[in-house]
Antibody
Framework: EVQLVESGGGLVQPGGSLRLSCAAS????????MSWVRQAPGKGLERVAT????????SYADSVKGRFTISRDNSKNTLYLQMNSLRAEDTAVYYC???????????WGQGTLVTVSP | EIVLTQSPGTLSLSPGERGTLSCRAS???????LAWYQQKPGQAPRLLIY???TRATGIPDRFSGSGSETDFTLTISRLEPEDFAVYYC?????????FGQGTRLEIK
């Protein structure tokens, strides 16, 4: 059974940093592109970042470019999102999803809440 | 960036009725890379349709997708109580990957 389990969310002050993790199981992690998608309270979905299966290429939403870094450790079956210079508008539930460009987002984690507030 | 506009914003229907949800793209989208998701409160999105018309594993056949280029449709042939949720379209063929703003399907 495919499972994606996010962790690392919480309350952080504006300008602070946080690192999210997504532990994958039930499939060959190194064979898939992976993405982070976020959803602000009461709002729609926004793709934040995507990474290729070997980590060789990444892409970001303009809203996070230069502040967030997506990475992966295929030996640990884990996806990461390093978030720096956090702003109030980054407050959202962050989901990891299996998928990316030309690859459907077929499995999603349960999400982890990030709250940016003084 | 491809902007996806979903309509209507809210659709009020009764169980047993037919639901038709629209997704319009600001430029042509390859049908191979158009998907629909269902999201219920407090839950992650669930993949319903990919490739514009292919049902994902385990999705009932009352859900169907159609369309091409800039106009896509999700149809629910006969609404069940569990179908009332928010639906999103997504294009995943051209970077950046984008989602529509969602259609809320509510019980009338």
């Amino acid at each position: 059974e495919v499972q994606l389990v996010e962790s690392g969310g919480g309350l952080v002050q504006p300008g602070g940093s946080l690192r999210l993790s997504c532990a994958a199981s039930g499939f060959t992690f190194s064979g898939y592109k992976m993405s982070w998608v976020r959803q602000a309270p009461g709002k729609g979905l926004e793709r934040v970042a995507t990474i290729t299966n070997n980590g060789g290429a990444t892409s970001y939403a303009d809203s996070v470019k230069g502040r967030f870094t997506i990475s992966r450790d295929n030996s640990k079956n884990t996806l990461y999102l390093q978030m720096n210079s956090l702003r109030a508008e980054d407050t959202a539930v962050y989901y990891c999803a299996r998928g990316g460009i030309a690859v459907i987002f077929d499995y999603w984690g349960q999400g982890t809440l990030v709250t940016v507030s003084p | 960036e491809i902007v996806l506009t979903q309509s209507p914003g809210t659709l009020s229907l009764s169980p047993g009725e037919r639901g038709t949800l629209s997704c319009r793209a600001s430029q042509s989208v390859s049908s191979s890379y158009l998907a629909w998701y269902q999201q219920k409160p407090g839950q992650a999105p669930r993949l319903l349709i990919y490739g514009a018309s292919t049902r994902a594993t385990g999705i009932p056949d009352r859900f169907s997708g159609s369309g091409s280029e800039t106009d896509f449709t999700l149809t629910i042939s006969r609404l069940e109580p569990e179908d009332f949720a928010v639906y999103y379209c997504q294009q995943y063929g051209i970077s950046p990957i984008t989602f529509g703003q969602g259609t809320r399907l509510e019980i009338k």
